[in-house]
């Protein structure tokens, strides 16, 4: 075995063991890795940093852009908090919220589809006095297999595709995966949405911020010109919150109503205090047309607005804001920052925020300039909720963010560009449109996997250049000699589904792929199905709570231990394996 082949193995073999390892950050490991490869003389200086020039790298980077643009509009979420209200059965709520968590994954990261499902699940299962756990891994499932369904809809069909293009010198098209993943997709769906039964009835752990009591805001509104419910009656604003809105007071005049009767006509100019959830705030600023009374202009015109951003934050016992009131502390004069709402656990907040005199516990959401937030948080001595960033004061139109990718789609569909085009287009246009802030954009792009994607892919090079990859196929294919043509793919499938627990997906994909493809070589067969199951292996992890980021996402929220995994993922692996090798075969024949 040449020295070349030698050191190649060795840097795999290393990497792999660090990924198992799990001590190390898998983008730190990768680094090393290709720096390895490149002080061994593997990967070439010149040729080293050419796996952040692929298509790959700015596809999966332009969908987390606009998939953070969708999620962020908040279309979906409203849509489907209105539809679960009206249903009833957990089969039928599992089925439902897996099905467009299913659906919606084969076109955004399949990440941000379960982060807008997951609070929707979570109340769904309050409502219906159910444990969040019956429905947060059939959604985390769910998110998984849809993603097979379409070029863009999980990482491995994109490596996959480029494999391909090495080796065929075309890659997979856009929708070259459906007809494998959508039949997939629907006995998934079939499954889990009675397979929830195998599951444990717990209750999941509270998140950090769980405790505090944020379920409802106090804030003041006011109906500008171009309210839509001027002339309307306070019966008519609670019922756009449906039950989870209270018009606290209305301010006309200098004088407070308060607890207005459910008849009492609104005006322009009228102070609504209202009591609600950040999301139907949201909502009435948007549909209603109401202003924030507190969010006035932070006054530095030097910087854009799109810097503006708005924080929950709870005041501490050692906080200069308690017994104090915003107008007392001067927070825009000395603090550049806006009071906006205030929630406080266990107590209805009936004074005027800007004469509310805080207590320690106070939830608040303050508007400020996002790069002076963190030092003005602590000169106030308020300790952020983390992951907790609002959307209260900016304007969203979902609408066009969907019309973008629809718009993309169809492009690619038609060949009229390529994909890298249409999706670097409208990562583009969402920004452009105002769809998502510049700041929100580069914040969606997953850098720690971008990173670990760049500094695979030349290694994965270098083991086939070195001739690792034809070395290991031809061990294998002697073993595939000895069985029919389809055990080979289901053991092929069987290996990526074991792999890649203990490797993260794009590495399992990486290595896999081009052996894969070389054994399908070897054996006179045409690499496409075996390059599928590659593909299909690798996305689809079940077992285990951490091959997959969406896996872990729900471990805490649904009260899951590790074993539990098995108990639905197991079967559903089984499946996929059993229906999916003869599906691949149909699709794309040996010869």
Known sequence: MPLNQIEAFVIVGAMLTLFVWDRLRYDLVAALALLAAMLTGIVPAEKAFEGFANQVIIIIASVLVVSRAIA??????????????YIGAPSLEVGILTACVTFLSAFMKNVGTLGIFMPIA????RHSKQPASIYLMPLAFGSLIGGTMTLIGTS????????REQIEGEPFQLFDFVPVGLPLSLMALAFLAFGWRLLPRRTGQRPAEG?????RYTTELRLTQASAFIGQTVAALEALGEGELTVAAVIRAGRRRAMPPAHWELVEGDLVAVQAEPVLLKKLIDEARLELVPAEHLPDAERPKDDV??????????SLMVDQTATGLHLRQRFDVNLLAVSRAGEQVNARLHRLRFRPGDVVALQGWETDLPTTLTELGCLPLADRRLMLGRKRTGVWSLLIVVVAMLLVTFKVIPVVTAFFGSAVLVVLTGQITLN????????????MLGCLIPVGEALKETGGTEHLSHALSAVAHMVPPWVTLALVIASAMLVTPLLHHAAAVLVLGPIAASVASNLGFRPDAFLMAVALGCSCDFLTPIGHQNNTLVMGPGGYRFGDYWRLGLPLSLLVLIVGTPLILMVWPLH
Do not use: C, H, K
């Open 72 to 85: 962020r509009s908040g279309i979906i979420d409203t849509a489907m908090r209105r539809l679960m209200r």
């Open 122 to 125: 979570i109340q769904t299962a």
């Open 156 to 163: 491995p069909n994109l490596l996959i595709s480029t494999v």
């Open 211 to 215: 405790a505090f009591d944020i379920d």
């Open 309 to 318: 951003t708005v924080v929950e934050a709870v005041v501490t016992e050692d």
């Open 440 to 451: 929100d954009a580069y914040d969606a792009i997953e850098w720690p996997v971008i990173i």
